[in-house]
T-cell receptor, first 112, second 111 residues
Framework: KAGVTQTPRYLIKTRGQQVTLSCSPISGHRSVSWYQQTPGQGLQFLFEYFSETQRNKGNFPGRFSGRQFSNSRSEMNVSTLELGDSALYLC???????????FGPGTRLTVT | DAKTTQPTSMDCAEGRAANLPCNHSTISGNEYVYWYRQIHSQGPQYIIHGLKNNETNEMASLIITEDRKSSTLILPHATLRDTAVYYCIVRAFTNAGKSTFGDGTTLTVKP
């Protein structure tokens, strides 16, 4: 069975630009979560989507947003990029009734 | 979710058992203990989870103390490929989509 896929794997953007990252969960998984990983702050929860609705939200500014489509695929968007947004962005999916999360390989975003 | 405390780093000889401790003294009755590991710059990989009984799967064993305030992840025969950051997380079953990761333990398996 295919794992969680994330695109693109690497991205370089300039301060002030906006970026959209994509995540395809494991087939049958309806929950998709996003995390940001930086050397200074570690792995931090951004938000979770389930059945196209945001179910949980972390402590991030409104520049970070997301959405989920009817096929459970999810996107996250970061507007007005700052240098501090440079990070590995990880997506994870889980199945209803099971509580293991399965992570994708991540998207490495560099803001210059 | 309850907070966890793990040692920053540990070493283990190849072929020996690696025992990684985790303290979660404020764990609630409905919270499970989960372990993940992250090999350099890859996504975290689920290892094992448990509520109050000891658990074993093909990757590892999880020993939870009777008072549930601490646990130990055991890799029975560590290999060089087990070198990674290991995260201990506690969360409720119903909160599967939101994990609070601490700093984890960097395990280095040495030949």
């Amino acid at each position: 069975k295919a794992g969680v896929t994330q695109t693109p794997r690497y991205l370089i953007k300039t301060r002030g630009q906006q970026v959209t990252l994509s995540c395809s969960p494991i087939s049958g998984h309806r929950s998709v979560s996003w995390y940001q990983q930086t050397p200074g702050q570690g792995l931090q929860f951004l938000f979770e989507y389930f059945s196209e609705t945001q179910r949980n939200k972390g402590n991030f500014p409104g520049r970070f947003s997301g959405r989920q489509f009817s096929n459970s695929r999810s996107e996250m968007n970061v507007s007005t990029l700052e240098l501090g947004d440079s990070a590995l962005y990880l997506c994870a999916s889980s199945r209803t009734g099971e509580n293991e999360q399965y992570f994708g390989p991540g998207t490495r975003l560099t803001v210059t | 979710d309850a907070k966890t405390t793990q040692p920053t780093s540990m070493d283990c000889a190849e072929g020996r058992a690696a025992n990684l401790p985790c303290n979660h003294s404020t764990i609630s009755g409905n919270e499970y203990v989960y372990w993940y590991r992250q090999i350099h710059s890859q996504g975290p990989q689920y290892i094992i989870h448990g509520l109050k009984n000891n658990e074993t799967n093909e990757m590892a064993s999880l020993i939870i103390t009777e008072d549930r305030k601490s646990s130990t992840l055991i890799l029975p025969h560590a290999t060089l490929r087990d070198t990674a950051v290991y995260y201990c997380i506690v969360r409720a079953f119903t909160n599967a989509g939101k994990s609070t990761f601490g700093d984890g333990t960097t395990l280095t398996v040495k030949p």
